[in-house]
C-alpha cells in the first residue's frame, strides 16, 4: 500500500441549509451543524497518524479539520481543489427556473458535454484541469502515506472521477452530503474505493 487518502467534504453551512449556491466565489463558513459534524468526523478519526492535510482555500474546507491542523499535522492550501465556479448563480437562492437551468447543464454533462460551462461559470474539465496540478504533486510525494483531503461537492466528484478514471459524465454516480467520507487506497498504480460516502461518524454515540 502506498497511500491511504480520506477524501471528505466540508460540513454544513447557512448556505447549504438555505438553499443557496455557493461554489468558488462564495466563502462561506460553517454553521453550527457544520462544527458538530467536524467535531464528530474528528472525534471518529483523530487518531489516524495523517502525515499531511490538503484543503481549498476556502473557509468551509478548512474548518471542517481545523481540530485536525490544531494537532500540527502539516497542511496546504490549494486552490485547485476550490469548489467549481457556479457562475451568475452563486450567492443566490435556487428558484425553480434556476433549478430547471441548472438541471438542463447536469443532463448536458451527464450526455458527455462535460466542455460546457454553466452561464459564467467553469465546465468540469475545466475543474478537472485545475485539478490535475495537485493529483499530481500528492503523487509525487511518497513521504506522504496517510493523507486527509477536504474540499467541496461538484469538486470532489470530479476530482473522484479524475482518481478512479471514470468518464466525467459519471461524475453523479458519486454521491455526496456533508462530512461524508470516501476512503481510497492508491498502490502505486490504482485507486480503489474502501469507503463510499460513509456517514457513519456522523452518528453521535450511543445513538442507533
Known sequence: MIKKIYLIRHGQTDFNLKSIVQGSGVDS?????????????????KD?????IYTSTLQRSIQSVQKFIDLGIPHERHAG????????????????????????????WCEGNTAVCIEGGESPELVYERQKPFVDLMLSRPEEETILICMHGRAMR?????????????????EHRNLCLYQLDFTGSMFSVRKYCDVAHLQAPGQS
Open 29 to 45: 463558513v460553517l454553521n453550527a451543524e457544520g462544527q458538530r459534524q467536524a467535531d464528530l468526523f474528528f472525534e471518529k478519526y
Open 48 to 52: 489516524i497518524p495523517f502525515d499531511k
Open 81 to 108: 481543489l476550490n469548489e467549481i465556479n457556479w457562475g451568475t448563480r452563486e450567492g443566490t437562492r435556487i428558484t425553480p427556473e434556476e433549478d430547471a437551468y441548472y438541471h438542463s447543464i447536469l443532463q448536458t
Open 158 to 174: 470530479i476530482l473522484l472521477c479524475q482518481l478512479l478514471r471514470y468518464p466525467l459524465r459519471c461524475m453523479d454516480e458519486f
